[in-house]
């Protein structure tokens, strides 16, 4: 690291302990949609008892859970990041000639993504400092979070749900 990535980055890590002391101390709960992804699992786990990602899920989740609520956004998005892949990685590896009770459990682990990743927007709509300085310091998972809580895919997945 050459000096100006270094005093740039020891910047943005000051700019972000002072941001989390103006915004207050964390984020909003995920434990709802976390029980989603985990009910998910477990049914998957029955069905797939040797795919070690179903574990993983649970575990980055649960992590993700306590570090937003904790402030500790660095390495919550992080966390959210590695969700996000082991996620699709299991959708992608399990869906493939899957019955529709595995599809429906592999949408519900897709929604409970998706879920958090609204609740992110959410959160940053309400603190537009910590909204701009996620944009500056992180704009790839602003970017990311944002495709996943894109509300016409909430508006197409709530009408493919209605009997």
């Given at each position: ?18 941001l989390v002391s103006q915004i207050g101390c964390g984020g909003t709960s995920v434990s709802g949609t976390v029980t989603i992804l985990t ?76 879920t958090i990743a609204a609740l992110i927007k959410e959160q940053g709509q309400q603190t537009p400092l910590a909204a701009r300085t996620a ?29």
């Open positions: 690291m050459n000096r100006r990535n270094f005093i740039q980055t020891g910047a943005m890590g000051g700019a972000s302990a002072l009910g998910a699992v477990a049914e998957l786990k029955i069905l797939f008892p040797a795919n070690a990602l179903l574990g993983k899920i649970v575990s980055l989740a649960d992590d993700f859970n306590k570090d937003w609520v904790a402030g500790k956004f660095d390495s919550a998005r992080t966390l959210f990041g590695n969700l996000d892949v082991v996620v699709s990685q299991v959708i992608s590896d399990l869906g493939v000639n899957a019955s529709t009770r595995i599809k429906l459990l592999l949408a519900a682990l897709g929604i409970a993504l998706r944009r500056t310091i992180a704009p790839q998972t602003v970017n990311r979070v944002n495709q996943l809580a894109d509300p016409d895919v909430a508006d197409k997945l709530l009408r493919s749900v209605k009997p």
